[in-house]
């Protein structure tokens, strides 16, 4: 935990926590670990490769849109607390908005043919949430 410390202090990584309202469903204690900066990444993994051919392209696009939407929302002066959610049989929002009372939900998408499940459980223990989908095709108006 240390290193991960240091690392947030110097804005090489940011961490986020997870969404509960003790459901005994829902993961509590645990955070996302993510790069602001995806070179920095690239070197400590020294992995170059096109994103074409990566195994871990859909992790790069999760963490690309959780980034770039963290420095929208900074940048635009818009404050709010941010979260992911998981639960203990794997149901996950990659990240969420809770501005004024009212959760925001992306999922991360880098594939946009593949399918997105919105968990429902979510969406009924959240009453009143959304849940938008992210991916290469509409990303933009959610990140600039």
Not at 14 to 24: D, V
Not at 100 to 124: H, M, S
Request: charged share 25%.
């Amino acid at each position: 935990m240390k290193y991960i410390d240091v690392l947030e202090e110097y804005f090489v990584i940011f961490r986020l926590g997870a969404l509960s309202h003790n459901l005994r469903k829902e993961i509590v204690k645990s955070q996302n670990v993510y790069f602001c900066d995806l070179g920095v990444r690239n070197a400590i993994l020294r992995s170059f490769t096109p994103l074409a051919l990566r195994a871990d392209a859909g992790t790069l696009w999760e963490n690309f849109c959780i980034a770039e939407r963290l420095k929208y929302t900074d940048n635009n002066g818009l404050r709010m607390n941010r979260y992911f959610w998981r639960t203990y049989d794997q149901q996950e929002i990659d990240y969420i908005e809770e501005r004024d009372g009212v959760l925001t939900g992306y999922e991360c998408k880098w594939n946009p043919n593949k399918k997105t499940r919105i968990p429902t459980l979510f969406l009924e223990t959240y009453l009143g949430s959304t849940v938008e989908r992210l991916d290469p095709s509409n990303y933009w108006r959610y990140l600039w």
